[in-house]
Each structure stands twice: as C-alpha cells, then as structure tokens.
C-alpha cells in the first residue's frame, strides 16, 4: 500500500502550495486543496462574488462550504511517513539567492518564478509545480526576488499589458474595468520598443558627454591659461615696480650725495673765511688793548716810540663787503625739482592705473538690489532698494523669512550674485559701515562668528569710519589706509579669485586692499550698518 501511495504522491500535493495537502479539503469539480490554501484564495475573490477552482476554473456563484476529506487525510498521513526527508537537490539558498516558496525548512535556491502563482520555486518544486498544472500555460521566468512588482496590487494578477494612454503596465482585470477603451500592447512588445528606444538616447547622451566633457577640457584650459596670463602679468608688474623702486632709490641717493657735496664746499668755504675774521678781530682787539694801555702812560719818551707801531692798523686779507656781498647757495631750486618729479610720478602712475582701472568698470559695471526678505528690522530699504539706512527707534514690519538676519545682526544682502566678472560702486555716510561680500548660505541666524560678515570663511568687509579702515576675513584682521572719500569701489573677478576695494575720489582711484583667493560659490555684495549710518549702491 505505501509503494503505491509513495507513485502516485502527486495525488496528494496541494497545487496551491505544491506541498502534502494539510487539512484536506475536496471541492465539488474533484480537486483537492489544503484548507487554508483554497481559503486564502476565495479570500481574495470575495470583491468579486464569484470563486473559482485553482485547476479547472470551474465557478461557484456562493463560497462554497468545505468540508474536510477524511480519506485523504489518512492516506496523506501515511505517505507523510513514508516520504524521504530530503527530496529535493542541496542547493541551499545563500545571502542575496531568491528563495523557494515552498520549501518549509531549509529554504534551497529558486530556480523559476510563476507570474500566475506569485510563487518562486527550487528544482523540485518547480517539477512538482508543472505536473501539478499539465497543460496550463503559466508565466514562467527566471527566479526574481521582485514578484510583487510585476503583480496588479488590485487584482493580484500578472502585470502583461501596457496601456499606452496612461504609460503604466496593468492586468487583464484593469484592462477590462478602468483602462476599458485604452490602447495597449503586450508588456513584452512595450519594452522592446522602450528598450530600443533607449538605446538610441544612450547614444545621443552619450555624444553629449563627449561633447561636454570636450567643453570641460577647453575650459579648463582657457582657465589654466587666464591664470597662467594673469601670473606672468602680476610678476611682469611687480618686476617693473621694484624696477621703478630701485630707480627711484638710486636717483634718490645721487640727489643727496649731490646736495651734501655742495653743503660740504660750502661749508667749508665759509668755515676759512669765519676763521680770517676771527683771526683779524682778535688782532685788533690786541691792538685797541695796547692803544688803550699806552694811553696812560705819563712818559712822553715812551709814549712817541711806540705810538707809530700800533697806530697803524693792519691790512685786511679779506676784500671789503666780501662777506655781505657773497652769493651762499640756496637749495630751494631742488626741492621744487624734486617735488616736481614725484607730482609727474604720481600723475603718470594714476594714469595708468586709471586707464586699467576704466577698462574693468566699463566693461563690467553691475546693477545690484537689496533683498528686503534678508534685511534685518531695523533696516530701511529706499529708492528702489538702492539705499539702506539704519534707525533702530523706527523698526520696519517685514514678515518672517528664512532668509531674513536675525535681529541681532544689522545686515542685508543684494538679490542679485557675482559669478563673473562686476564692478559696483557705494556711497557711504554715518559713523561705521561694513561693505562686504558673501556666499548666499552664510548663517542668517545664532552664532555671531558665523552670520557677521568678516566673522567667517564665507564673507569678506571692509569697516569704513572716519578714524579708521579695516579688513576682515574669518575673523583675521588688517588696518588700511585711511578712506578719504564717501565712496568705495568693489571689483571681482570670481573666476579668477580676486576681490579688491578701492577708494573713490573725482580724480583718483586708490586701491585700499586685494585679495587673492579661491571663490566656491556665487558672491553676493552685503552691507553692515551702526545706527544713523546708510549706504547708497550708485
């Protein structure tokens, strides 16, 4: 008896599970389930009133009662017994392996899914499978681990169409209620064609890579070549200065051994003609001594020998109105001269300067607005956001932004950012102004390093009051010369990394500092105000 049960084991295999039926149940068509299998699937068939044999399609207009099939019970048991604890191959299921559905313990490898069971089988149980359903033309593909997504989530059944209309895959079900009237094409026959169609935009994607990264290229070396230009054309510059210096220097040396020579012949020249007075003063003084002391004398003997040799007075060396008349050398001419030679220095570098300098802002002069969503309250926006006034007894209502500076921090930003090349100039008055740049993601709110501008590595001021100018970038700081003028110039060039300010006068452009660095982001010019204080963009 258990060889002919352990022959005919495919009697008592559940094609639902294909595994020992459990809790038998037998339908009234003759095929066998497990309980909870058939249960599990009228469950599912419920919405629609209407439930079917798993085999033979067979239907039953109510969910038919089930009772249990005692025979089959028993003889399901005995074969239970009887049956080979591994019947299946040793190809046990690793990390990343699909695996089977059916096995109980021990899961072994998947070799097959079913798009109509929504099962995954090993080797034997995708035999067992097969010859449970002889004749049936299920959806057979590889083992995937992805079953679910190639399943209706409403109707639990193999996704093989595709609507064309609504670009989604659906089942037969969808197509017969929602994509009703829709066009469609078999899932196979969409991905063919989507599938040759990509390839064709991987091809043209690709061509645009190449081209891009050919652009890339060309970039990167007319970059290198800027710097390379800009490098030679800094040291060619410095090179002339210290040229210029040097020139200086030795014409400044020549001038004062000139001068010092002429003072020492000079000098030396008077010195003799002081000592031929002195020695002539003092002679004479001798004389007037001895008149004065012969003079007295009672005898006349004596008196008339002597009074011929010192009534004579000596000769003098030194021709008359020598000393009133003599020409002393005057250094005036010298100073003139040389004052003369630093004015057509100074005109001739401001020339120049003026002449680059003409060709940055006309060639690169930029308009710029405050945004009102980054200024702090007690800042008051005019002329069409050209101007900026802080008055701290007049706080505006501006409503609550992200980008708005906390209170704590007087600060605005333009709306508009630097990424090329830009000159801009601002008009400034009141008793201290900051004038900076900085990149949009600096801190609007919090920690004072972090949102005051100079405080940090994303900004860069300059502090303009009227006893001092000072530099400031992550928290380093550098005294300038003073700003002599109400307007300051802002030149960048992001690219190349260079940020200068400029004092502005009507007649002259003085740089006050550069900086000379690597630019990440978009610049974005931003103001810092004491209260009374304004700026005007111009």
């Given at each position: ?26 339908l ?21 009133g ?18 249990k ?6 003889l ?31 899961k072994?490898?998947a070799?097959?899914?079913?798009l ?34 190639r ?7 193999a ?83 210290d ?42 003084k001798?004389r ?9 004398t009672?005898d ?28 002393y050398l ?50 008051h926006?005019?002329?069409g ?10 706080p505006?209502s501006?409503p ?8 704590r ?21 009141g ?22 501008f100079g405080k ?8 303009v ?17 003073l ?19 400029y ?26 105000l004491?209260n ?5 963009l111009?």
């Amino acid at each position: 008896m258990a060889e002919v049960i352990s022959t005919k084991q495919d009697l008592f295999m559940c094609s639902i599970c294909l595994d020992l039926l459990k809790d038998p149940v037998t339908l009234s068509c003759g095929h066998n389930y497990c309980s909870g299998c058939i249960n599990g699937c009228w469950d599912q068939e419920d919405q629609k009133g209407v439930y079917s044999c798993p085999q033979c399609r067979k239907t039953f207009t109510t969910r038919p009662v089930l009772n249990k099939n005692n025979v089959i019970a028993e003889l399901v048991e005995e074969m239970r017994k009887t049956r080979p604890t591994n019947i299946q191959s040793d190809a046990t299921a690793d990390h990343g392996d699909v695996e089977c559905d059916i096995c109980s313990e021990g899961k072994l490898k998947a070799l097959k899914s079913c798009l109509d069971c929504l099962l995954s089988y090993c080797e034997t149980h995708y035999k067992a499978h097969n010859d449970l359903n002889p004749g049936r033309n299920h959806s057979i593909i590889d083992a995937t681990g992805q079953l679910q997504e190639r399943v209706c989530s409403l109707h639990k059944k193999a996704l093989d169409i595709f609507c064309c209309a609504d670009q989604s895959c659906i089942c037969y079900f969808c197509l017969m209620e929602e994509h009703k009237g829709h066009d469609t094409v078999s899932v196979a026959t969409e991905w063919s064609n989507k599938k040759e169609g990509l390839g064709e935009i991987q091809t043209r994607c690709q061509q645009t890579i190449q081209k891009r990264e050919k652009e890339v290229q060309e970039l990167r070396r007319a970059v290198d070549t800027l710097k390379s230009s800009a490098q030679s054309a800094v040291e060619h510059s410095d090179q002339m200065f210290d040229d210029i210096i040097r020139s200086v220097e030795r014409r400044r040396s020549e001038v004062t051994e000139l001068i010092r020579a002429q003072e020492k012949a000079e000098v030396s020249r008077a010195e003799g003609l002081l000592k031929q007075l002195e020695q002539e003063i003092s002679e004479l003084k001798k004389r007037v001594a001895e008149m004065e002391q012969l003079s007295h004398t009672q005898d006349p003997i004596h008196f008339l020998k002597n009074v011929g040799s010192i009534s004579d007075i000596p000769a003098s060396t030194i021709p008359a109105n020598m000393v009133l008349s003599h020409p002393y050398l005057s250094f005036e001419p010298v100073k003139t001269s040389v004052s003369e030679l630093k004015t057509q220095l100074e005109e001739k570098l401001d020339s120049v300067f003026k002449q680059e300098a003409a060709k940055i802002s006309a060639a690169d002069c930029c308009q710029f607005t405050l945004d009102p969503n980054t200024a702090k309250r007690n800042l008051h926006l005019s002329e069409g956001n050209r101007r900026v006034e802080r008055r701290d007894d007049a706080p505006q209502s501006y409503p609550d932004h992200p980008e708005r500076f906390d209170d704590r921090w007087p600060q605005v930003l333009c709306r508009e950012g630097v990424s090329g090349r830009c000159y801009w100039e601002v008009e400034w008055s009141g008793d201290l102004v900051n004038i900076a740049v900085a990149y949009k993601t600096i801190s609007r709110k919090g920690n004072y390093d972090e949102s005051w501008f100079g405080k940090n590595k994303k900004s860069w001021r300059l502090t303009v009051i009227p006893t001092l100018t000072q530099f400031s970038h992550n928290n380093n700081h550098r005294k300038l010369p003073l700003v002599a003028s109400s307007r300051v110039g802002v030149y960048v060039d992001h690219r190349a990394g260079t940020l200068a300010f400029y004092s502005i006068s009507d007649t002259m452009m003085t740089l006050l500092h550069k900086v000379q660095t690597t630019f990440s982001h978009t610049l974005y010019p931003g103001f810092g105000l004491q209260n009374g204080s304004s700026v005007k963009l111009l």
